[in-house]
């Protein structure tokens, strides 16, 4: 591995381009690397990305160069994402049964005779949090424009000297009820049914009642199946069936930093995209450790759970752009001795340090274990000018709020750093296929991406 890192960064570099620091490559000698071995871009390595989700139906995280699905499978390890189908139902002779939102559901090509139908919904506090906020924005604005045609409308009738029916709400009445504003947010209708051997889930993402025109969806593990939750929320999802219909799993990003990540591992724009990842031939196993009802916020039992799944799953690096508070900063938190079983057993492990610099000793959890690989952020020439308009940009610099050893047990704490700013990926439903962030949660997939172009060339 020194060996090949010492080649990588020894190879000459190209010519700078005006636009190269937005996602760099360049800084850590990627750029050149894949230039001079194009079929050594990761293809056969597998990522597992411990983060908030990825976005199952962003277009540059769909393929790897070689044709290969991207992101092969996908693991809740909290209860985010978590639906109950208890409720079962057949549908009459017509095809249609009453969902749980009261909406009459004509099922079309979904109706079979006999077939039992287990039923859940999904309401507005199922979503993400800023996807929510956004939707309520929205229809408050709608409802505002209908406010503004009532108030209009009785201005008119009183200038005509016309009355209220006594049938009519009084005066006082109907301008309260105007003047307040209760909306419990869109609710959408889920369905799953066994077919053969096989689980399906049927979504109605428009809340219009004909399932017949949406997708019925198979595991996504063996499928790639996902679909998209709507014009108004534009959330894109995919599913597994658990407990033989009793449960069905619900996979989305529920923030936007774990799409953001897995860009920056190995994204696939095309042959020259700009957005590429630095390793885009590998393989992405999403698992979600930040739960959505908790602000994103995680916890030990999660990232256990977590890594314990990418080494079930083959994995050969994991990225975990997540950290909190060491109160020891010795290793032993909860999961820690998991991260060690899982170095032995052939993962390596690839942590953030932090964002509470510029102090020392400011490593957080899990960076602080020995077993981790913790990368500190820094901000490279290129990406200063690109991202950040600078001027006159030095040498690499740590960015100031990347934390810093040494640890109290005397580990130095980081042990490597990386560029910790990119433009990457982020999901549909935040109306933007990218942006640039900064932190040490963008320097691990730095590594993670340089750390799977090694392996694939060992």
């Not at 449960?247 to 700009?274: K, L, N, W």
Request: aromatic letters at 8%.
């Amino acid at each position: 591995m020194l060996a090949l890192t010492a080649l990588l960064l020894a190879l000459p570099q190209p010519a700078q381009e005006s636009l190269q620091g937005q996602l760099p490559k360049q800084d850590l000698g990627v750029t050149a690397f894949l230039e001079a071995h194009p079929d050594w871009d990761g293809r056969g390595i597998r990522v597992a990305v411990l983060d908030t989700g990825i976005d199952p139906g962003h277009p540059f995280l769909q393929t790897t160069p070689d044709g290969r699905r991207k992101i092969i499978d996908w693991y809740d390890a909290t209860t985010d994402g978590r639906l109950a189908t208890l409720a079962e139902a057949e549908a009459d002779s017509d095809g249609r049964l009453i969902g749980l939102s009261g909406r009459l559901l004509d099922l079309g090509q979904h109706a079979a005779s006999g077939r039992v139908y287990h039923m859940a919904r999904i309401d507005a506090h199922f979503l993400p949090g800023d996807l929510r906020h956004r939707i309520e924005g929205k229809r408050q604005e709608k409802w505002q424009e209908h406010s503004r045609d009532y108030d209009e409308a009785f201005q008119r009738l009183e200038a005509e000297g016309g009355e209220l029916d006594e049938d009519s709400l009084s005066e006082t009445e109907a301008q309260r009820r105007w003047s307040s504003f209760d909306d419990d947010g869109p609710v959408y209708d889920l369905l799953t049914w066994k077919q053969g051997d096989d689980w399906f889930v049927v979504v109605d993402n428009d809340q219009d009642g004909d399932l017949g025109e949406e997708p019925a969806l198979g595991q996504f593990r063996s499928t790639g199946d996902w679909a998209t939750l709507g014009d108004e929320a534009l959330l894109n999802y995919c599913v597994s069936v658990e407990d033989d219909g009793a449960r069905v799993q619900f996979f989305f990003d529920t923030h936007g930093h774990g799409t953001h990540v897995a860009g920056i591992i190995g994204a696939y724009q095309g042959p020259e995209g700009r957005m590429n990842g630095i390793a885009p031939g590998v393989e992405f196993v999403s698992i979600k450790v930040g739960d959505g009802k908790f602000g994103g916020s995680t916890y030990g039992a999660s990232i256990s759970k977590a890594i314990d799944y990418a080494v079930e799953m083959g994995c050969q690096v994991a990225n975990i752009s997540f950290g909190g508070p060491s109160f020891y900063a010795d290793g032993l938190e909860p999961g820690g001795w998991v991260i060690e079983e899982a170095t032995k057993r052939g993962l390596m492990v690839v942590t953030s340090a932090g964002n509470e610099g510029p102090a020392l000793s400011t490593v957080g959890a899990p960076g602080t274990n020995e077993w981790a690989i913790s990368v500190a952020a820094a901000v490279w020439p290129d990406t200063a000018k690109v991202n950040y308009s600078a001027l006159n940009p030095a040498a690499p610099l740590l960015f100031d709020f990347s934390s810093r050893g040494p640890l109290p047990t005397g580990s130095i704490g980081i042990d490597f750093a990386a560029p910790g700013a990119a433009l990457s990926t982020l999901p549909s439903w935040g109306l933007s296929k990218g942006e640039n962030w900064n932190g040490t949660s963008m320097s691990a997939p730095q590594l993670s991406g340089f750390i799977a172009l090694m392996r694939c060339a060992a």
